[in-house]
């Protein structure tokens, strides 16, 4: 099967090369034929990919482990959800995964937009498949999951830690997250090549953008939620190289999402978005390299990691092509008006702007400062947890109070009367909260008071946003409370799933500050028969269980648990020992009380001789918000990225309209 | 080796047959070329334009509905947002009248909530 995959990938990379040669010089010169041609090729590069990623799989599933890279990731023991998994938990499978991906939604935007952007897509074709060579470039010359050898009896297994169902579903999105930030690139790009920077190219990406953040957002989420279920130390995000690489594309995409919007209603920030849908995508680039490079260790593992450099190369070539093509095209990018006041919508998307691009680059520094040490100074600096938790205080926090402040401002300007008669509610309802956790003790922490105190105000802002909604809508039309509010979501769906977000990211927020700041832990040794109290929970232990498996044997830790004297069931903790990968891998007990929105978390980290066992229980409060503001966020997001027919219409009248006038 | 270039040869010549219809096929000239709707552009803004000022008069009046935007805000922002809606529909239908075009083509530059703007003077 191997040659087959591999002349997939010769034909794929032949290609996206026609694709990008033909389709740059058809643009050029106004070829329609020709940039139909590129625009088939790009769209067969699907296919042949396709088939490449075919064999794989298909490699995974008969267990053909003279595939290299099969032998490398799966072993017969392997579950077959992780079999399938072994796609992508190596280098080359990943690479191959983006291509797939990058191939099949070029191909789905180039064919949505072909009557939207008549004169751009010509243009966009050969940059996507500039993009798409570079990858097909590096998995023919320098990681190839088509390499074979003689087969051996058995492979080596996938990494333990990888072996958790929210890893099935973290890398393929975050991968959809990464790569759909290729489109509105591909599209902004186009529309600076073809002069055509009016605001069709936004209007075409805006659900690319939105459906490519979401899935960036959720894959963040669920790889959270895997390493607060697997690594076992009690934490859901460690400020972990890898895990930024996602954070900043994530944060430089809702930047742009707010921005867009700035743009739409009064042609500002053109410069800007075209800064931003960039910063976005390289950030993207820098976040795959970040995960598939081992730069992240030592500048010695990079040198020795040869796609590091083809990374690096790429991502600096894009960097300067971006940089470029903005610059001459400064004249087309003018703005059509000015900010009319300091107090107003587009000055808080600015505000709001400048803190997640702040908060996005100060992740970067905080990454690649490492790196930067290692080459000048010559030894590796980490920047831990303090760093980055200090400037996501400085930044989060007022950017939490935009959230509630920026929805109650009209656009163009607002006097200090009106605004202060807005925001008269959430403030109230927000100081009268603070000043309730204040006495009941939750000053112990002031980030955290703070962070509660914003979230009341944020959320009292977007429910007063939905009632005096609702009541306008009621009063236009003799419409009831409930098809008042539908009708309202359903007019501006990207409004009201915008709060809604908003709202996921308040909950989001006191989850993160309740479970950091107050929290409470405790180890001890006990013997069959002994108790330990904490947070409120007592926890017994009744003995060690041995379960053998196939792909691993299980030795857990059986806990009785009782909250104030009231029992509330068992728990089992311990380890989980891998056969073939020969790995000791953490297996935790969480006890979710979704009413208090709090786990009881329990380790058992060691299992001695003499029958006692070592434990390791925190008790996180809040933490529960976390996950249900996922589900939130996903809601939200849903509800925005709904196909809007009205809008639809419009942008269809309005095309008609130029091309009539134009022919005329 | 052998075994990959003759799949490799079998993919390209089924991906070169879709990728030359487009070259092959019969084409008028007319459609030969793309890029010349020179003054696409230029409409395309001023259309923007105008259903900017329109969406703005609509968002400005759902505002202050709901109590978003003050009555002293209102009047003050109401006066500029019609001029702005006004000019924009007097550039399109400037634009149609020297393009000679037919009434009903004129007559669709302007939506159906244009009927709101009403004068200069932004009563």
Redesign the interface.
Known sequence: MA??G???L??TF??VL?AAVVGGYAALR????????AR??L??SF??TA?ASAVLVIGFLRHDFSLVYVAEHSSRELPFAYTLAGFWSGQSGSLLLWLLVLTGMSSAAVLLNRRLL??AL?WTVPVLACIACFFALVLLVVSSPFETQAAPANGVGMNASLQNPYMLAHPPLLYLGYVGLTIPFAFAMAALL???T???WLVATRRWTLASWTFLGVAILLGAKWAYETIGWGGYYAWDPVENAALMPWLAATAFLHSVMVQ????MLRVWNMILVSLAFCLALFGTFLTRSGVINSVHSFAQSSIGAWFLAFIALVVMTTTVLIFVRLPHLRS?SRLESLASREAAFLYNNLLLVALALTILWGVVFPLVSEAVRGTAVTVGPPYYNFFLRAFGLPLLLLMGIGP????????V??LA??LAVPALAAGAVGVLLLAGGAGSSPPALVAYTFSVFVLAAIGL?FV??T??RR??GAESWLGAFSSLVARNRRRYGGYIVHAAVVLLAIGIAGSSAYGSSATARLQPGQTMTVGGYTLGYLGATFRPGRNHDELRAQLAVSRNGEPMGVVAAGKNRYHVEAFFASAVAIRTDWLRAEDLFVVGEDFNRDGSVDLKVLVNPLVGLIWVAGIVFLLGSVITLWPDAREQR?LA??M????????? | MMATLAFAVVFAAAAGVFVALPVLRRSSPTRERFGGLGDERAHLELIERRDRALAALKELEFDHRTGKVSDVDHRALIVSLRLEATEALEHLEDVGSEAHLPPDVSQRTRPPGARLVVARDGR
Do not use: C, F, M
């Open positions: 040659p087959v591999q002349a997939a010769i034909v032949g290609l026609y106004g070829r329609r034929r020709l940039a139909e041609s088939n090729a769209l067969a296919a042949t088939v008549v004169q010509p073809s002069r055509r009016d605001e069709r739409e209603k009064k042609a059509q109650l401002i009209a656009w163009r300007r607002a006097s009367r009106s008669r807005s946003e005096r909604g009541r306008a009063s236009l419009r009248r309005r008609r309209e130029a091309e009539v006038l134009a022919h005329a």
